[in-house]
């Protein structure tokens, strides 16, 4: 139990354009979805925090206009990397808790390579 | 033995011995502590967890122990494996956070030598 999905698991894109990534929790109904980003042997970074049917909460230095964030069901978050630059490539991480239980339950990752 | 890379601790164990990782906490309000264990290019993945009215607690080869009076949380995994190597983080939830946030600790890579 508790599996959480990302896809796609790679993707390469040019500067400029946008990318989407989903996350999905495949046999619980997931309260709240986290979003993080990881550097080279660096920990996870929070970058924001979406309950369902509500707006997301970014944390302290993360552009909202440029990481959109959807959380339409109690399945599905979407993060969507707008105009993409090279900087943002990284390695991006979704997990996902259901309610009243504090464990997270982490996707496999998302490499994004943008040229 | 122990080694400080570019961002990441190193922890050298010798298969089949046992290994300590340690974390020290921040949040002396910190109500809950979790392990994980992430693999090159996976997502972390979860290990055992405890709550700050625990001092011990064990599951299958690992045991997870929380010493609150100095902050320090370890993980102790018995008879290490080559698949145990991996990068293996520890995670604090502050009880007044209310947002259910992680707190990540920097992470420790776990090399196993043959």
């Known amino acids: 139990g508790a599996v959480v999905s990302q896809h796609p698991s790679r993707v390469i894109c040019k500067s400029g354009t946008s990318v989407k990534i989903e996350c999905r929790s495949l046999?619980?109904?997931?309260?709240?979805m986290f979003w993080y980003r990881q550097f080279p042997k660096q920990s996870l970074m929070l970058m924001a925090t979406?309950?369902?049917?509500?707006?997301?909460?970014?944390e302290q230095g993360v552009e909202k206009d440029k990481f959109l964030i959807n959380h339409a069901s109690l399945t599905l978050s979407t993060l969507t990397v707008t105009s993409a630059h090279p900087e943002d490539s990284s390695f991006y991480i979704c997990?996902?808790?259901?309610?009243?239980?504090?464990?997270?339950?982490f996707g496999p990752g998302t490499r994004l390579t943008v040229l | 033995g122990e080694s400080v890379g570019l961002h990441l601790p190193t922890l050298s164990v010798q298969e089949g011995d046992n290994s300590i990782i340690n974390c020290a906490y921040s949040n002396s309000a910190s109500d809950y502590f979790i392990w994980y264990k992430q693999e090159s290019g996976k997502g972390p993945q979860f290990i055992i967890d405890i709550r700050s009215n625990m001092d011990k607690r064990q599951g299958q080869r690992v045991t997870v122990l929380l010493n609150k009076t100095v902050k320090h949380l370890s993980l102790q995994i018995a008879a290490t494996q080559p698949g145990d190597s991996a990068v293996y983080f520890c995670a604090e939830i502050p009880y007044t956070s209310g947002t259910y946030k992680y707190i990540f600790g920097t992470g420790t890579r776990l090399k196993v030598l043959a």
């Open positions: 997990s996902a808790r259901a309610s009243g239980v504090y464990t997270q339950y």
């Open positions: 046999d619980f109904q997931a309260t709240t």
């Open positions: 979406s309950n369902e049917g509500s707006k997301a909460t970014y």
